[in-house]
């Protein structure tokens, strides 16, 4: 384990709450790009050397309003950051609160905030007071920066938290208080504060799909690890990419795909006015000419028939991540748009993915294999590796991990120095990881195990169903019985007769003792913000 040094973050409230070292998880720099010197800015290493690396005049940030290139950008950034420094008097370690969608603006205020040595704490732009007033609690920022549009609740949650000292707008054109009419008078030129590589870079609130959101700590360090991993090894941007995509920017699925993981590359990235559709996505993949794109699942398999409409223009990677790839999905986009999708799973403990797979190297029903950097294995529940084609809990070790900020639940992720995701999955003899639930969806009914994953991709293989989720359902017989909720397309009824054709179905396409033994037809699944099918909540239903 490295041996921190010297830190010039002034503040250390986050410091002072991380786990003891003791739970902390194991970190590994294996590979040559992993060695990263003691002291490092992530954001002085992917912004300011950008010219260095001749990139200084090539495009980073695109809208509708026009395009910023690398040096342009990070003349907005250095304002900012004086901006953040001399009205606000930020020092290294303070938490700055950011509130807003995916939007250029968004983007530079990260980036500022993370250069001038304080901790970005990015939020979900759909998130309520109650919410934002719970991680105002755990944080404790002394400033927010907030798209105009979204104050309302922030300044709610702000009523009774006097931590929370000011709240600067941003993306407001109409006031001489927002952030953009407070920078445009600055001086560019900022240099970056000098962090040590395992200073704290940002907060990362998890999506809350299973209860009260987690702060997982990431350095400067994680974030240029991560860089160096699922992007250099599988991804394989270039500078002549453009990426497009809907995680927000506070899920690190999306800082990652559509801000960090393009820089380090040299690519660029483009962000629409308003949230995507599913048509309006495949719209801008054809018009921005745009050559990744990040979504989750569900979004893909809404975007399918667009695709076949309207064709997909020099699109070549399709990554989804989030939540488990149904085949079904996989198979529909790849007849769609002729692209074989990027599987991966992550986690914002682990800040980004670390199994996938791509191109030839796609194996079907299989999310992939471990991303080099990284090591994975699938144990029992006294952390013992199982015999390959075993269904048990995924652990993970690499040069990312889990580090909550003042938390309990450090120690149900961390143990012996390994991460646990919470995912039950398979592991074959040639090293490929088959995802079959989370670990505390499995669902055990007459004495089999049975993913719910699995039923719902096999449900989905149905033309008449839009959407499904599959549940365990406490049942005096048989321990549990796999019950489904699905969405049917439109011109189709939810009846009798619709549940017994299902039904048959499933036990026509996976082993007939899978089969869901209740079917439940409703207009709409329960998601997070950023897509992920809320299980707890159908429990809870």
């Not at 490295?2 to 410091?15: E, G, L, M, N, Y």
């Not at 009523?159 to 407001?172: E, G, N, S, T």
């Not at 991993?229 to 497009?244: E, G, K, M, S």
């Not at 995680?247 to 308003?274: E, H, K």
């Amino acid at each position: 384990m490295r041996a921190p040094i010297a830190s010039p973050q002034v503040d250390r409230f986050v410091h002072d709450r991380l786990p003891p070292r003791e739970a902390w998880p194991a970190l590994r720099y294996d590979l040559p790009e992993l060695q990263l010197p003691p002291q490092v800015n992530a954001i002085a290493e992917l912004l300011d050397r950008a010219p260095e690396k001749g990139w200084g005049d090539r495009p980073l940030l695109r809208s509708p309003a026009g395009v910023l290139s690398y040096r342009e950008a990070r003349e907005q950034v250095d304002r900012i950051c004086r901006v953040l420094v001399e009205d606000f008097g930020v020092v290294p370690g303070n938490r700055v609160l950011l509130r807003g969608g995916n939007s250029v603006a968004m983007a530079l205020a990260f980036l500022a905030v993370v250069k001038a040595g304080a901790i970005a704490v990015a939020t979900m732009p759909l998130l309520r007071a109650r919410e934002l007033g719970d991680i105002i609690d755990k944080s404790q920022p002394a400033l927010a920066l907030c798209d105009g549009r979204l104050l309302e609740e922030l300044e709610l949650a702000r009523q009774d938290r006097p931590v929370l000292a000011a709240i600067v707008p941003f993306h407001a054109p109409d006031r001489s208080d927002a952030l953009e009419a407070r920078a445009a008078g600055r001086q560019a030129g900022f240099t970056a504060c000098p962090t040590a590589a395992d200073d704290i870079a940002l907060l990362a609130f998890t999506s809350g799909t299973t209860g009260k959101p987690k702060a997982a700590v990431h350095t400067h360090r994680d974030v240029l690890a991560a860089c160096e991993a699922w992007p250099r090894h599988v991804l394989r941007a270039t500078p002549q990419d453009v990426v497009v995509g809907t995680p927000p920017l506070a899920f690190t699925f999306g800082l990652g795909g559509l801000l960090v993981f393009p820089m380090a590359a040299g690519a660029s990235i483009y962000f629409p006015d308003q949230p995507y559709t599913p048509e309006s996505l495949v719209r801008t993949i054809v018009e921005v000419g745009a050559t990744i794109c990040y979504t989750a699942p569900t979004f893909y398999r809404q975007a399918a028939a667009f695709a076949r409409q309207l064709g997909v223009g020099k699109l070549r990677t399709s990554v989804s991540a989030g939540e488990g790839l149904p085949d079904a999905t996989r198979q529909l986009w790849k007849e769609a748009s002729g692209i074989e999708m990027l599987d991966g799973i992550g986690a914002t403990e682990m800040f980004h993915i670390f199994i996938s797979s791509a191109g030839s190297e796609v194996r079907r029903g299989a999310i992939g294999k471990v991303v080099p950097g990284y090591t994975a294995k699938v144990v029992d529940d006294e952390g013992r590796e199982l015999p390959r084609g075993t269904v048990g809990k995924l652990a993970v070790i690499g040069p990312t991990g889990c580090k909550y900020l003042d938390d309990a639940r450090q120690a149900n992720y961390v143990k012996d120095g390994w991460n646990y995701p919470g995912d039950a999955f398979v592991q074959d003899a040639d090293g490929y990881f088959f995802y079959q639930a989370r670990a505390d969806d499995m669902i055990i009914t007459a004495g089999y195990n049975v993913g719910g994953p699995e039923v719902e991709d096999a449900l989905l293989k149905h033309p008449a169903v839009a959407e499904c989720g599959v549940i365990g359902k406490p049942d005096e017989e048989r321990g549990m019985i796999v019950k489904a909720f699905c969405v049917l397309k439109p011109g189709h009824a939810g009846d009798a007769a619709m549940a017994k054709a299902l039904q048959d179905h499933v036990k026509a396409v996976i082993a007939p003792f899978k089969y869901p033994r209740e079917i439940e037809f409703v207009a709409s699944l329960p998601r997070t913000e950023t897509g992920k099918l809320q299980r707890f909540r159908l429990r809870q239903m």
